[in-house]
């Protein structure tokens, strides 16, 4: 009999990865269209302007919001219910969002102490990767035991 949970498996993740990719799309558009509406105060610790136009919001010619915007739609991709089913993906998903949440710390690490400045546009894309790190590594541990039919918490 086929496990009727299959078709939910990395749901979570999947979910969480949208997310990251829709807040990341959105900051790349911002970014481009050189407007001021993120939606975020201007003044203060919290200024995200300041934050997504310093120095540090690139790598070279490279736009964070363009790398957090490949990042998440990789990410997406690899957490979709389907790539889920494909084992050989597990250790790319966790090296993966393994990677993204130590940039997201970096990435903190240089508004608190260089720029002194905290964007929450960014605080959400940081929260999305820590939170994708969590479901994939608990979706990575719970699919062995749901294939063999298994509840993963109990002895």
Known sequence: MADRSAPRIGLGSFAVALSGLAIAAYLTV??????????CPATGT????KVTTSAWSHVGPVPLA??????FAAM???????????RAL??????????GV????????VELFRLDAICL??????????????????????IPHRL?????RTP
């Open 66 to 71: 363009v790398l957090g915007l490949c990042f």
């Open 90 to 99: 597990a250790p790319i998903r966790i090296a993966g969002s393994t990677a």
């Open 102 to 109: 130590g940039f997201a710390i970096y990435l903190v690490w």
């Open 46 to 49: 919290i200024n995200c302007a």
């Open 148 to 152: 063999k039919g298994q509840n993963p």
């Open 121 to 142: 546009w960014c605080t959400a894309v940081h929260a999305c990767t820590v939170v994708l790190l969590a479901t994939v590594l608990w979706t990575t541990g719970a």
């Open 76 to 86: 997406t991709a690899l957490c979709a219910p389907s790539a889920w089913r494909v």
């Open 30 to 39: 911002e970014h481009y269209v050189s407007s001021v509406t993120l939606a």
